[in-house]
């Protein structure tokens, strides 16, 4: 069964918050273990709260803390924090990545990956992590791999890839959804995005109750 147990691969705390929670969160309800890979602590972020109430000193601490009240809103019962640094994950050294990659998948035998589409997901850590996991997959035996799901959101996505093939109703679910945004307080203020009258927030807030993602084909 494809969601008995999952892998999210993403490299900031934050990620998961719009585009995933609340598919997690359906997921979890029915039963599925996940597994949340974090790939840095979002040190290099420039968001210290507003008003600012973190320093570069402390915001990695303040991160984790904040990635670690999410997974419990949220319901994740096993928090991966992988090492590797904000920003640079395109730099790191490709093989010691897969390694570690691969080494999760042997552990885990997951049967469905979540993770960023290479290329439509805006910030180049996104990018080079999807590409890293569709990569490390695309290399297992093809009877083995599990089923990749992509979150994407560049501008123009929809026109290059089509419309997404999964779209995931999480009405039921905003109460995880709206909590793991909370969570990371450093970085939103979701009570002002409510109250918000531009465009960019007003589309944020009306698309909460649907997360869509693109399977990524082999």
Known sequence: MEDQH???????PDDE???????????????????YAC????????????????SRISLPKIRLEELQESCRVIGIQDLRTMGFHDKMI???????????LRELLDELKPGLVYTFYPG?????DHDATGAAVVRVIGALPEETRP????????????QALGAPDVEVDVSAFLKQKTGSIRAHRSQF????MLESNS???????????????WTWQY
Request: hydrophobic letters at 40%; aromatic letters at 8%.
């Open 90 to 100: 395109e730099f790191e050294d490709q093989d010691e990545l897969d390694r570690r």
């Open 147 to 158: 089923v990749v799901r992509c979150l994407a959101f560049a501008p123009g996505c929809e």
């Open 199 to 213: 465009p960019e927030d007003r589309q944020m807030i009306e698309r909460l109750g649907k997360e869509r993602f």
């Open 17 to 35: 918050a719009f585009g995933l929670s609340g598919t997690l969160a359906k997921h979890i309800e029915n039963g599925a273990a996940v597994t």
């Open 39 to 54: 790939l840095t602590l979002g040190e290099m972020g420039r968001n210290m709260g507003n008003p600012p109430f973190a």
């Open 6 to 12: 999952i892998l999210v691969v993403l490299p900031h």
């Open 120 to 124: 439509y997901a805006v910030h180049p």
């Open 189 to 192: 203020r979701f009570d002002a």
